[in-house]
């Protein structure tokens, strides 16, 4: 989720270009933008891969896994065990 109460989950300003409804979170290294970045790179209309989905993406963000989305393509069997619900 990328707003919690009101505002950025990273407490930056919001943005809204003009002629749009949404407002987005100004800051660019926001992990919650990240994270979203990471489904929407996942997602089945741009690499397709299955089973990467927010809480997934949520985790490798978290543990530092993937700083970019670059990181994506050098994960390992090794680093994706050590997240909750991945086995071979």
Same mark, same amino acid.
């Given at each position: 989720?990328?707003?919690?109460?009101?505002?950025? &989950?990273?407490? +930056?300003? &919001?943005?809204? &270009? $003009?002629?749009?409804?949404?407002?987005?979170?100004?800051?660019? +290294?926001?992990?919650?933008?990240?994270? $979203?970045?990471? +489904?929407?790179?996942? +997602?089945?209309?741009?690499? %397709?891969?299955?089973?990467?989905?927010?809480?997934?993406?949520?985790?490798?963000?978290?543990?530092?896994? &993937?700083?970019?989305?670059? %990181?994506?393509?050098?994960?390992?069997?090794?680093?994706?065990?050590?997240?909750?619900?991945?086995?071979?």
């Amino acid at each position: 989720m990328l707003i919690k109460d009101g505002g950025p &989950v990273c407490d +930056s300003p &919001v943005a809204r &270009v $003009e002629g749009e409804v949404i407002a987005r979170c100004s800051n660019t +290294s926001c992990p919650a933008r990240f994270r $979203e970045a990471i +489904s929407h790179f996942a +997602s089945t209309e741009a690499m %397709d891969i299955r089973g990467l989905g927010a809480k997934l993406a949520d985790q490798l963000v978290g543990k530092q896994l &993937v700083k970019n989305l670059a %990181d994506i393509c050098a994960l390992t069997m090794k680093d994706l065990k050590r997240l909750m619900r991945m086995a071979k």
